[in-house]
């Protein structure tokens, strides 16, 4: 188990460090830092002794390992547009982006899984013939029609849910959440749901594909031969074979939530990262756009770390060869 | 009353060419007590009868007519559900491959313990008593502590007796086994198979034995039922069907068996390979025959024949051969470690001489033939070819001259070509490669040429190679190997993927070709039987050593080696069917 | 039993599955459509969006012709400026499907080169490759896409960066698709190395580079086919995404994700034509680009049948 982790963790290590080096490229190259910080009448001595105060004269590796220094200990720099730090430019907009990536994952998980399973098992049904269709038609509409298709019922037609923002929010310490009110909730769900619906489409395709290759292996025929009931073979026997590739992709998935939530935040105004990172890109912030590369990418390294573990515990090969070690 | 009785079973499956008749008006009976075994060659429907009788034929097949009884009960009558309530409870089944058939997440216990609970009320404390006596008597001498580890901790014949047990953990009344020994190594099989005996006899179990061997047949089956194409040619007693066979098929088919007691010069009474290639027959490329094959292969041999090297030189001499493969990765803080595949081998082989290579699964067979084609690196010791050394594959220079004379052969006549080539393309490969033609024309009837050696119609090489039979495929495989006009020829398993009859037809080439152009042949498989029929000489390995070198004639009548004698005596022979 | 009949023609088989499936069938008549509409668009359409002479801003958004406000000149109304929307939605294809076939011939061809070279060699390009696919799958596409495209603002001046958008799209796109193909071909690659056949090559002493491009492409065309048809609907659908987004292609130039995006302020004051056509469009043509992958996918895996 340690081997296995410490192996992990040096793999993640190098990710992270192969983007930071991404993210510092960014800062270093594109664009002037020091002019994009100081206005136009700054004179050139001003300029080249900001320049050597923020050290941007050493040797390109200096830079590089001050640059993961302050990385490590979250000093992000300033934003060039709006002049405030960029640590908490995220970190007021972090909450908002988590908890609806939250909610998405709920609803795609919760419908995708079972629905997944039950096209596999009645294949060629009336009802699971009915729903891959509809799959089909998910993956393919793009996530800004989606939502502009919701709020134009639900918001303009309908009125029944607000289409703008986050709504009332209760600051839990830093931390703003929009659970614990009725607005807060309502707010939620259109975007919410917005950014579930093609993650559940995928999630639901890909339970079903990997469900109909398991049941197609000699081990559930041989199940299904000594009569083993058809509840425990779907479920127990498997459903379980499947949850491997199933996290994986999980694992991805939440990676694309965060990645789309940037078009979501877009449709509704959503004060989150996606939105700031749009602006960012908009206006060229360097310093914003290489933060929210690193903090994507960790996230990402994480979640990776964590779907890793949990094949330990899913599969017994893995387990097993690891004890061997 | 007989325990199962099937009656006119016709199943069809609806394809693209239309209804494809699986199994066309069989009837067949097994009592209780009593091993039926149902053989013949692919395509004959013996996999399809026994998922029939499961009730689990894979869609879209489906019953044309007939029935199938369970002691007089009608199974075709039961909905899914009744059926469902058959299998495991009354009926069973036992797959091919253990590797695949237990689930890899599920300990042992917990399938046995599942199945048990299933069809009778008992406690999970009682099944599991049960399962490990289940165990026990399949053989698996420490079941209590090994209850509890998964299907993956097993070894393959270990794994087959969980399936055993799994299959009988219900007690039902009829398994039908289908090739459950085709996967496993011959010392296992005899044993797999005499506790399928010991199983039919002590528990009354009725067993549908479902092979293509007919020394497995032989060995343990009462009653037989020969199939082709879905049809019943024969059946009865094992002993009167298999020595007094009254259809002209089963005749075949046993003239067509490899003996282990005595060598034939050819096999005869070949069954056709009814696959048609279909175009014209008369189809020709102009002034090409077998003749002109032949011709130019032998003149290119009397070309390669006039050096230095003298007959007396072997034509391959391994010295102190090692092959060591490393195991997995290499970790960041340890050193690798390594398998020895092969160690310390030594051996001779002489100009036109049929040299054998006998052992398991693992014994390092195959990796002996790719270290000296220059697949794998040796990781110690010496070859040479006709007294000059050997580089190993990764300095070999690509344009060294015994890539073109040492040719290979291979196992599976469905990976060996390439599928995106036409037959043309594939035998004209070799012949463009070593500059062996003169131009476009003499290439094409090179290729037609030698497609009739290995009797083969011309046309044949205007097609794909999924148009053609296995067997067919394997004739363009060495089509394609002996137009390199090689002088060695390494043939690794080349028939274990084929049916018995094809298996002879290929052999009998095989022996024709080594007669006419005086090839030196290193033959390997797994089966003993074969390699009598192939082999001057053979050499037998173990986990990569070399156990004995031996002629071959003098080997069948008296083996040296404790393991050679062990190996004779656990394959499965004829023989004993006069004997008995 | 059925290998014989399995292993008949891959190509003949595909024919017959697609002869045999009418949704296939439209999807691909729907896919043509699009597609000839697109290349077309110069000599079909009614009026050039892009000439600007042409257009009255006392035509802007009209409604469709059927309707009681609309008229005739334009089938389904116009946008804001008086573009005709039939002429816009047109060329708007044309943008997206430009953008989307380059993009995809980019990632295609980038990948399955880096991939059959990683699955045939090993070693430590293999594992160099892969570390690089691995540090480019922790970032989605369309984040890869907007970032590459960021990149270009910063260091392009304003005025080439519109001329050069296009290229910009195609390389962002690209970029953050080409791990599919590099990720398939390699798996194909490494399967198709142990097989028999290409061992027969490898012991005639063949070059590697031959024995790449002769023997093991076209073996593993299948599999890419597949990916190659799915990730066309992903690489449309990110163009339009990033259209939307306004960081795709300039408005004067309007892609579908533009149109959408224009036609988004007009929604709420009713004029609900100028983002429904366009929507529609993107999704009838995605749609069936998607119905033609589960198609190529379905045909060619042996397991599911």
Known sequence: MLTFISRRLLQSLFVMLAVSLIAFALFRFVGDPVAQMVGQETSIEDQERIRERLGLNDSIPTQFVRFIGKLASADFGYSYRTRQPVSEMILTRLPATLEL?????????????????????????????????????????????????????????????????????????????SFLTLDGLKSMLLPALTLGVYQLTLTMRLVRAEMQDVLKTDYIKFATARGINYRSLYFNHAFRNTLIPVITIIGLQLGGIIAFSIVTESVFQWPGMGLLFLDSIRYVDIPVMSVYLVLIAMMFVIINLIVDMLYFFIDPRVRLASEAN | MALLEIIGLTVKFPTRFGNFTATNNVSLEVQAGEIHGLVGESGAGKTTIGAAVMGLLQSPGYIGSGSINLAGEN??????????????????????????????????????????????DVTADDARTQAIQLLEETGLSDAKQRIDDYPHQFSGGMRQRVVIALALCTQ?????????????????????????????????????????????????????????????????????????????????????VPRLEQRLHRFNNIVTDDSIIDGDDHWQVDGASAKLASDWLLSGHQSSDTGTTASTTPVLAVKDLEVTFQSGQPGWFQSRSGVKALSNINFDMHAGEVLGIVGESGSGKSTLAKSIVGLVDP???????????????????????????????????????????????????????????????????????????????????????????????????????????????????PTSALDVSIQAQILNLLKDLQEAFGLSILFISHNLAVIRQMTDRLLVLKNGKLVEI??????????????????????????????? | MFTALRRYAIENELLYLFLHNRIAQLAALVALLCLG??????????????????????????????????????IIGTDDQGRDLFSAILYGTRLSLLVGLLSIGFASILGITVGVLAGYLGGRFDSIVMRIADVQLSLPAILTALLIDGIARGILPRESHDNL?????????????????????????????????????????????????????????????????????????????????????????????????????????????????????????????????????????????
């Open chain 3, 165 to 305: 958008m296009i290229v910009v799209l195609t390389i962002a796109i690209g970029l953050s698709l080409w791990v599919n193909f590099a990720r398939t071909a390699r798996a194909s690659t490494f399967v198709e190395k142990s097989k028999e056949y290409v061992q027969a090559a490898i012991i005639m002493g063949m070059h590697p580079l031959r024995i790449m491009v002769v023997h093991i492409l076209p073996n593993i065309l299948g599999p890419l086919m597949v990916i190659l048809t799915i990730d066309l609907a992903v690489a449309i659908l990110l163009e339009a995404t990033l259209s939307f987004l306004g960081v795709g292609v300039p408005p004067n130039q309007p892609s579908l994700g533009t149109l959408i995006r224009i036609g988004t302020e007009y929604l709420f004051s009713g004029e609900w034509w100028v983002v429904l056509f366009p929507s529609l469009t993107l999704i009838i043509m995605i749609v069936a680009v998607n119905i033609l992958g589960d198609f190529l996918r379905d045909a060619l895996n042996p397991r599911l049948r």
């Open chain 2, 75 to 120: 199974l075709l009558a039961l909905d899914n559900n009744q059926y469902h309530r058959v299998r495991g409870n009354r009926i069973s089944m036992i797959f091919q491959d253990p590797q695949t058939s237990l689930n890899p997440l599920l300990t042992v216990a917990d399938q046995l313990i599942e199945t048990i609970r299933q069809h009778s």
């Open chain 3, 37 to 74: 509409g697109a290349a077309l668009a110069p000599w079909i359409a009614p009026y050039d969006p892009y000439d600007i002479a042409s257009i009255d801003l006392l035509d802007s958004l009209l409604p469709p012709a059927w309707s009681e406000d609309g008229d005739t000149r334009f």
């Open chain 2, 379 to 493: 990781s110690a010791g010496e070859l040479r070819f006709r007294g000059q050394p050997l580089p190993p594959g990764s300095k070999r220079h690509r344009k060294h001259p015994v890539r073109r004379e040492i040719q290979m052969i291979f196992q599976d006549p469905y990976s060996s070509l390439n599928n995106r080539l036409t037959v043309e393309q594939i035998i004209a490969e070799p012949i463009r490669f070593y500059k062996l033609a003169r131009n476009r024309a003499h290439i094409r009837q090179l290729v037609a040429s030698v497609l009739e050696l290995v009797e083969m119609p011309q046309r044949a090489m205007l097609k794909y190679p999924h148009q053609f039979s296995g067997g067919q495929r394997q004739r363009i495989a060495v089509a394609r190997a002996l137009v390199a006009r090689p002088d060695f020829l390494i043939c690794d398993e």
């Open chain 1, 101 to 177: 990536g939250f909610v998405s994952l709920l609803i795609s998980l919760l419908i995708g899984i079972p629905a997944g399973i039950y096209t596999a098992i009645k294949r060629g049904g009336a009802l699971a013939n009915t729903l891959l269709v509809t799959t089909l038609v998910g993956i393919s509409i793009p996530t800004f029609v989606i939502g502009i298709f919701l709020i134009y019922l639900f918001g303009v037609k309908l009125g029944w849910l607000p289409t703008f923002g986050r709504g009332d929010t209760i600051a839990l310490g830093w931390w703003k959440t």
């Open chain 2, 172 to 256: 039902p009344e009829l398994i039908i086994a289908d090739e459950p020994t085709t996967a496993l190594d011959v010392s296992v099989q005899k044993q797999i198979l005499a506790l399928i005996r010991t199983l039919a006899k002590d528990r009354g179990v009725g067993f549908i034995l479902i092979t293509h061997d007919i020394g497995v047949i032989s060995e343990i089956t009462d009653q037989v039922t020969v199939l082709r194409s879905g049809r019943v040619i024969e059946s009865g007693d094992t002993r009167q069907v298999l020595m007094q066979p009254t259809d002209n098929y089963t005749r075949a088919l046993m003239a067509a």
């Open chain 2, 550 to 580: 031996s002629n071959t004639d003098r080997f069948f009548r008296e083996p040296a080696a404790p393991y050679s004698q062990q190996l004779l005596r656990e394959t499965p022979s004829l023989s004993h069917l006069n004997a008995r």
